[in-house]
């Protein structure tokens, strides 16, 4: 285990202010993957995850809908009809789903789906995918069950998969909401199927977890799990350092190291690096008008503010990426608010993103107000990022923003 530590130092806050606000004349081009429908339990699309379940090379997209129920997965067509409507399957109904994943869990070499229930079901769920891949588009073919260890015990918020222990195949670390929230990760027994053999083991107490992303923060060579917590005493961002497989399966704790956001509501965040220097950097939406930049410097992390576009309140979603193809990050950003407004925008900086100019480039029209997780890929295979996400109230469903630049 590396010895290098990053501590927690006192926040240097600037803001990064615009030099000029400029948008496109017209908004991109939206095209929907999975549209709502209230007979199919499709309303209320959450989140979205990506992963190749059919091996085609082609990354397929699960979503949660949460007040429908469905748990979708959406195979990806290829880049000639990715502007229509995608082949999907709903391989569960549960309730109030908040998030939905894909992870081999019994290693047979399919993707299952494990999905995050909030609300009275309080539950996760694994959707085992059928062992015939010829299947998949099979609704009946795919099996749901609850996991014993935590079912009806919290209101479960988000999963990710990873293999803590080194040992019987892929663990799930996962975080919830409400009295009694926490983070903790839930240990794969020797026959994975047997859901009754998994145990829970609780790491930190939370207030309302919203992201909790993999990354090798200390450079030791497992993955480190970064947090963000929008709700409780001590909300903000913070990074659980994995204590290595043979600890992990001593069920030590992990110890907590603070990168920034304290006392703020932060909701998603995006892992990258935003000033092309090398380093590890974290941008996190935030509820009071701002995304908060933490930048990741030798002794520890420094904080700063951008402020959100077209004066929204706070923001949701948050990706780093080069978007307009200069070779610099840029960051797209979906923000929760105003029907009016254009919640989906994309911002360049020019300079430093601490101290720059930030230029806000518009994406979406005024449809839509609470957009979830935002991706970044080419779906057109033309070369640049286009954005992918879903929103939840206006009931746009899963929908991708398809990037004009030529």
Same mark, same amino acid.
């Given at each position: 285990?590396?010895?290098?530590?990053?501590?927690?130092?006192?926040?240097?806050?600037?803001?990064?202010?615009?030099?000029? &606000?400029? *948008?496109?004349?017209?908004?991109?081009?939206?095209?929907?993957?999975?549209?709502?429908?209230?007979?199919?339990?499709?309303?209320?699309?959450?989140?979205?995850? @990506?992963?190749?379940?059919?091996?085609?090379?082609?990354?397929?997209?699960? &979503? /949660?809908?949460?007040?429908?129920?469905?748990?979708?997965?959406?195979?990806?067509?290829? +880049?000639?009809?990715?502007?229509?409507?995608?082949?999907?399957?709903?391989?569960?109904?549960? #309730?109030?789903?908040?998030?939905?994943?894909?992870?081999?869990?019994? /290693?047979?070499?399919?993707?299952?789906?494990?999905?995050?229930?909030?609300?009275?079901?309080?539950?996760? *769920?694994?959707?085992?995918? +059928?062992?015939?891949?010829?299947?998949?588009?099979?609704?009946?073919? !795919?099996?749901?069950?609850? =996991?014993?260890?935590?079912? $009806?015990?919290?209101?479960?918020? %988000?999963?990710?998969? @990873?293999?803590?222990?080194?040992?019987?195949? =892929?663990?799930?670390?996962?975080?919830?909401?409400?009295?009694?929230?926490?983070?903790?990760?839930?240990e794969s027994p020797r026959d994975p199927r047997r859901l009754n053999d998994w145990t829970f083991h609780r790491l930190v107490d939370a207030g309302w977890i919203m992201s909790l992303e993999p990354h090798d923060i200390d450079r030791d060579g497992d993955l480190d799990v970064v947090v963000s917590d929008r709700r409780g005493p001590r909300r903000g961002v913070y990074w659980l350092e994995h204590p290595g497989q043979a600890t992990a399966r001593k069920r030590k704790p992990w110890?907590?190291?603070?990168? #920034?956001?304290?006392?703020?509501?932060?909701?998603?965040?995006?892992?990258?690096?935003?000033?092309?220097?090398?380093?590890?950097?974290?941008?996190?939406?935030?509820?009071?008008?701002?995304?908060?930049?933490?930048?990741?410097?030798?002794?520890?992390?420094?904080?700063?503010? =951008?402020?959100?576009?077209?004066?929204?309140? %706070?923001?949701?979603?948050?990706?780093? $990426?080069?978007?307009? /193809?200069?070779?610099?990050?840029?960051?797209?950003?979906?923000?929760?608010?105003?029907?009016?407004?254009?919640?989906?925008?994309?911002?360049? %900086?020019?300079?430093?993103? &601490?101290?720059?100019? !930030?230029?806000?480039?518009? =994406?979406?029209?005024?449809?839509?107000?609470?957009?979830?997780?935002?991706?970044?890929?080419?779906?057109?295979?033309? #070369?640049?990022?286009?954005?992918? &996400?879903?929103?939840?109230?206006?009931?746009? $469903?899963?929908? !991708?923003?398809?990037?004009?630049?030529?």
């Amino acid at each position: 285990m590396s010895q290098q530590i990053f501590s927690l130092l006192p926040p240097l806050v600037l803001v990064a202010t615009f030099a000029s &606000t400029t *948008f496109a004349a017209m908004p991109w081009t939206r095209h929907t993957i999975d549209t709502a429908d209230r007979g199919l339990g499709k309303r209320g699309a959450d989140g979205v995850r @990506l992963a190749d379940i059919n091996g085609d090379g082609r990354p397929d997209v699960t &979503t /949660g809908w949460e007040q429908g129920g469905a748990i979708r997965v959406c195979l990806n067509p290829g +880049p000639r009809r990715s502007k229509n409507p995608w082949p999907g399957v709903t391989v569960g109904n549960v #309730g109030s789903p908040e998030d939905a994943v894909f992870a081999d869990l019994d /290693g047979d070499g399919q993707l299952d789906v494990i999905s995050c229930c909030e609300g009275r079901t309080r539950s996760i *769920f694994v959707h085992w995918a +059928p062992a015939d891949r010829r299947r998949q588009r099979d609704a009946v073919a !795919w099996n749901t069950a609850a =996991i014993p260890a935590v079912a $009806g015990r919290q209101q479960w918020m %988000y999963a990710l998969p @990873l293999d803590v222990d080194g040992r019987h195949g =892929i663990d799930l670390v996962v975080g919830s909401k409400g009295a009694g929230g926490s983070v903790g990760w839930l240990e794969s027994p020797r026959d994975p199927r047997r859901l009754n053999d998994w145990t829970f083991h609780r790491l930190v107490d939370a207030g309302w977890i919203m992201s909790l992303e993999p990354h090798d923060i200390d450079r030791d060579g497992d993955l480190d799990v970064v947090v963000s917590d929008r709700r409780g005493p001590r909300r903000g961002v913070y990074w659980l350092e994995h204590p290595g497989q043979a600890t992990a399966r001593k069920r030590k704790p992990w110890r907590r190291h603070e990168i #920034g956001g304290r006392g703020v509501e932060v909701l998603f965040v995006a892992v990258g690096d935003l000033d092309a220097d090398g380093h590890t950097d974290i941008v996190s939406a935030a509820r009071e008008s701002r995304l908060l930049y933490c930048r990741q410097t030798p002794t520890g992390w420094s904080e700063h503010s =951008i402020r959100l576009p077209d004066a929204f309140r %706070y923001g949701k979603g948050v990706a780093i $990426g080069d978007i307009d /193809g200069d070779g610099q990050p840029d960051l797209v950003m979906a923000n929760r608010g105003d029907p009016k407004k254009r919640a989906v925008s994309w911002m360049s %900086y020019r300079g430093s993103p &601490t101290t720059g100019d !930030w230029t806000v480039h518009r =994406i979406s029209d005024a449809a839509g107000v609470k957009f979830d997780l935002v991706r970044l890929l080419d779906l057109d295979a033309d #070369g640049d990022l286009d954005v992918l &996400t879903c929103e939840e109230v206006h009931n746009l $469903g899963v929908v !991708w923003y398809e990037n004009p630049r030529k």
